[in-house]
């Protein structure tokens, strides 16, 4: 191809005539002569580029007419791969690259020849950090003001992504890139992650633009039994846990697999691949191998590990030498006040999460060799971000064996999680560790994810180019927010935001680009000022200076304590205190307005004021346990349901709501002359959950009440042929939530089983686990049938009828006002 046929260039268009689609010109001939008609060029097809005039000629007939081929786009002469790979809550001590305990020598590895970003923001919660990372805008802007789950209906918060704002696989797609994401998504509702779409907002829909996905579209996930989905289908795991199985492994083997074959196919186009990692969200899941390494490295407990860690940080240089250590958060146990078996107990649970972190490093570490030996590293662009938000302090203040308890009225007991201590990690068990060892990880900073105080937003980012960048092994301090991610890839291949993306006028990225920064250790931040919001919790650096509110809920709390109106604006200097230890309001007379503390405490909050009318911060909403109800007020009005084989991997916001009211389902089902077993109609997992299923032939139900309380009803042995097996639940109990009931089991219209199912759960049953027909697409709710078992004989139909419950307002608000008592205890 001569220079000016390339795409894209003007020589591609051809001379002398404006003609296309059905335009004619040439001498009038009106079949092939066997002579070239004069005019005609016996060059080479020109090309253009797809979606442009066709700017060849066309006559009647081949002989008088001139091809040009639509060709995809190529991305400009040198630009390099790209490559996300995404920690998730990881606080800002935890990693040995950053001064903590945790082993993570590949992460280092790429800091060392690379650059460490000390300075760099987060949103203080996954799915906004996601959408900031992916998109260049704020959170609020693209809608995705908290995690999808807790959408309403107001621009900022309603989990839609806008057409106008689309994200980097889009952009670089139509820059000739391939893009791949893999693994954690998490920017999807609910409501949309079904069979039924819609798919605008998957990772492969227009406004995402990933040209495959393989990964798990939801928050949390089971590591030992992901809802995997490859594209949009659902599918199983390749293997199961003593097979050796665990996702961060599945997770990095098919990044090779997409970007392997992609450079085996087209060697000279370059990929941006999104790596997000389920590690170190919980459920904290890894090989008791990788637990063990970390044995009694964390007894010291984590007052101590923050004032040691801190230490390592003022060594490494990652702080100023004068950072101090805010106060441990009031209400968590001091480490020296808890018993033997709390100190043993908890220590564990602080190996568990430090396996799990140091085990997805060393995947990291097999791709990094991929990428070396196939020659692409040093060319690929990489980010590391450790932690798309701080710590997370969800896991109450004495720690979880199975956090699925939480949607429940039934709390574990110390003795009960002390007793499995040694399965902690291992498939059975949806840990997570306590309150304080969240804090001690967002060492040195003062809250954790959710907060808009530094703990909460401010994460380590490691980039690593050595192609694009000369300096190795260097700090840079310069303020970074996520929004900055896509702009520095946009500077970094050398091409501006595309005016149109799926024919929508784009709206401006927000963010700025970092690279000047790659090779200027001292050079100004281009970045000042940058406002927070995270459930009420309130936030603006502006320069050295930075405002702040905490919002009046503790981490194990779900109400804020006090309105909007009644909020505290902290004032800190960050040049002389980078933790946040010393508010310079403290003690003022906020009416005094010839103090300059007071008038600039004025000067930022009004600055947060109109930054947050210019992005869709608008209205504040600290409701939490509300937003989630709401969700389910989308569905809640339908009370039957028919479905048929197949239906598989529907998420709980869009499954029949089975949750504090009485109900029923009749299942018609075929039994082969050997007889049937496995699952007929299921929800949940082995943390909390209902099946009904056959066990050699014998209708059962097993009602998993977090994975402590398991009743089962059995019905005797079915002959082969067609039954109606139905199963029924009429809810006895006097309490609006997690009321106990009678069960019922009925085959041909005849009762033959029935059971007192002393408690239910209260709120949900899973937060990955799926509602499936005829299999259990997760970890199984009863031991009964195998991991991800299928029913061996045939479903013909399924019908759920539920009765009506009382989902008021008021309902909701007591539900809130219940769950946050629960977290209280």
Same mark, same amino acid.
């Given at each position: ?128 950090? &996601? ?6 805008? $704020? ?18 918060? $309603? ?260 007793? &499995? ?137 779900? &109400? ?102 009485? #109900?029923?389902? &009749? ?22 959950? #209902? ?135």
């Amino acid at each position: 191809m001569s220079k000016n046929d390339r795409p894209g260039s003007k020589g591609s268009s051809a001379s002398g005539n404006g003609h296309g689609g059905n335009g004619h010109s040439g001498n009038g001939q009106s079949g092939s002569s066997g002579k070239k008609p004069s005019g005609v060029s016996t060059a080479p097809p020109r090309t253009y580029l797809m979606g442009t005039p066709f700017p060849g000629r066309i006559g009647r007939t081949y002989d008088v007419s001139q091809e040009a081929f639509p060709v995809p786009p190529s991305a400009p002469k040198g630009a390099p791969n790209i490559l996300y790979i995404v920690l998730d809550d990881v606080g800002f001590g935890w990693t040995s690259t950053f001064g903590g305990l945790i082993d993570t020598p590949h992460i280092t590895r790429l800091a060392d020849n690379g650059l460490r970003y000390v300075n760099f923001h987060t949103t203080a919660l996954c799915s906004p950090t &996601r959408a900031c990372l992916l998109t260049g805008r $704020n959170h609020h802007s693209v809608g995705m003001a908290n995690i999808t789950e807790l959408a309403t209906g107001f621009p900022g918060y $309603n989990g839609i992504q806008p057409p106008d704002k689309a994200a980097i696989g889009a952009i670089l797609h139509t820059y000739g890139y391939n893009t791949f994401a893999v693994g954690k998504w998490h920017n999807t509702m609910g409501e949309e992650m079904t069979i039924a779409g819609p798919y605008d907002r998957w990772p492969d829909g227009p406004l995402f633009g990933f040209d495959q996905f393989y990964g798990f579209i939801g928050g949390d996930n089971n590591q030992w039994y992901p809802k995997l989905y490859a594209g949009r289908t659902a599918i199983d795991q390749p293997k199961l846990p003593e097979q050796g199985y665990h996702l961060s492994e599945d997770l990095v083997d098919q990044t090779i697999s997409f970007i392997g074959n992609q450079h085996a196919l087209e060697p000279s186009k370059p990929w941006l691949t999104f790596l997000a990692f389920g590690a170190g969200h919980s459920p904290h899941h890894v090989f008791k191998e990788w637990s063990d390494k970390y044995k009694g490295k964390f007894d010291m407990g984590w007052d101590k590990y923050r004032e040691q860690t801190l230490e390592r940080q003022k060594k490494l240089g990652l702080v100023p030498p004068y950072t101090e250590l805010p106060p441990m958060l009031e209400g968590v146990q001091k480490w020296d006040s808890l018993t033997a078996d709390q100190k043993r107990l908890y220590a564990r649970m602080a190996e568990v999460y430090a396996g799990f972190v140091s085990h997805a490093d060393a995947q990291i570490g097999r791709l990094l060799e991929f990428l070396e030996t196939s020659g692409m590293l040093d060319d690929t662009l990489i980010f590391v971000f450790i932690g798309d938000n701080g710590s997370s302090g969800e896991g109450t203040l004495h720690g979880l064996y199975n956090e699925m308890s939480l949607v429940t009225t039934r709390q574990e007991t110390e003795k009960e999680v002390l007793d &499995r201590i040694d399965n902690l990690g291992l498939p059975g068990s949806y840990n997570h560790y306590p309150i304080g060892w969240a804090l001690a990880g967002d060492t040195p900073f003062r809250l954790c994810k959710q907060y808009t105080h530094f703990g909460g937003t401010r994460n380590p980012l490691v980039v690593h180019w050595p192609k694009g960048i000369k300096a190795k092994g260097e700090l840079r301090t310069q303020f970074h927010h996520v929004i900055d991610i896509v702009p520095t890839i946009l500077d970094a291949v050398g091409v501006k935001m595309p005016e149109m993306i799926n024919s929508v006028q784009q709206a401006p990225m927000e963010g700025v680009p970092m690279n000047y920064s790659f090779d200027d250790v001292k050079a100004p931040t281009n970045h000042p000022t940058q406002y927070f919001e995270m459930l009420g919790n309130r936030a603006i650096v502006d320069g050295k200076w930075k405002a702040v509110t905490y919002h009046g809920r503790k981490p194990w709390e779900n &109400r804020a304590a006090w309105g909007f109106d009644e909020d505290h604006w902290e004032l800190y200097d960050l040049e002389k205190d980078p933790s946040e230890c010393h508010d310079l309001m403290a003690g003022r007379d906020a009416s005094n307005l010839k103090d300059p503390m007071v008038k600039k405490m004025i000067e930022l909050v009004g600055l947060w004021w109109a930054e947050a009318g210019r992005h869709n911060v608008l209205p504040l909403d600290d409701r939490f346990q509300e937003r989630a109800l709401a969700r389910k007020g989308l569905v809640a009005d339908r009370s039957k349901y028919t479905f048929f084989p197949g239906t598989v991997r529907v998420h709980g916001k869009a499954a029949p709501n089975t949750i504090n009211r009485s #109900w029923s389902m &009749r299942v018609e089902v075929e039994i082969p002359p050997k007889g049937a077993s496995g699952p007929l109609v299921v929800i949940g997992g082995d943390t909390n959950g #209902w099946s009904l299923y056959l066990k050699e032939s014998a209708p059962t139900f097993c009602y998993n009440l977090a994975g402590m309380d398991l009743t089962y009803i059995r019905g005797q042995k079915l002959p082969p042929g067609k039954h109606v097996v139905e199963y029924e639940f009429q809810k006895t109990g006097k309490e609006p939530f997690g009321a106990g009931g009678i069960g019922r089991i009925l085959v041909g219209g005849k009762k033959v089983a029935e059971g007192n199912i002393p408690q239910t759960t209260a709120f949900d049953y899973s937060l990955d686990e799926t509602f499936d027909i005829g299999c259990d697409k997760g970890s199984p709710v009863t031991t009964e049938y195998p991991p991800l078992a299928s029913f061996d004989g045939k479903i013909i139909r399924v019908d759920m009828d539920l009765k009506p419950d009382f989902a008021t307002d008021e309902k909701r608000h007591h539900q809130a006002t219940f769950t946050h008592a629960i977290l209280r205890e």
